[in-house]
């Protein structure tokens, strides 16, 4: 009879345990999510981004960056 209370406090703390590293993991799993979907954003964004040429053409693709940038800002 004593050993298998021990057996059964042994599993309870096993399957204690487990939850505690299942949710451990999920967080872990939900900010690689969070983190991929961002950078794919960002991937898609400089795609649709043409390379620039000239003085004037810099300028212009400054100001696209700032807009980008307050764009995202207000987006927040």
Same mark, same amino acid.
């Given at each position: 009879?004593?050993?298998? &209370?021990? @057996?059964? #406090? *042994?599993?309870?703390?096993?399957?204690?345990?487990? @939850?505690?590293?299942?949710?451990?993991? &999920? /967080?872990?799993?939900? #900010?690689?999510?969070?983190?991929?979907?961002? @950078? +794919?954003?960002? =991937?898609?964004?400089?795609? !649709?981004?043409?390379?620039?040429?000239?003085? @004037?053409? =810099?300028?212009?693709?400054?100001? *696209?960056?700032?807009? /980008? +940038?307050?764009?995202? !800002?207000?987006? !927040?």
């Amino acid at each position: 009879m004593v050993l298998e &209370k021990k @057996n059964i #406090d *042994q599993i309870k703390k096993s399957i204690k345990k487990f @939850n505690e590293f299942s949710l451990k993991e &999920k /967080a872990s799993l939900t #900010d690689a999510i969070e983190m991929l979907w961002l @950078n +794919a954003g960002i =991937q898609k964004k400089k795609q !649709d981004v043409k390379p620039v040429k000239g003085d @004037n053409e =810099q300028i212009l693709r400054i100001r *696209q960056l700032l807009a /980008a +940038a307050w764009s995202e !800002d207000l987006k !927040d």
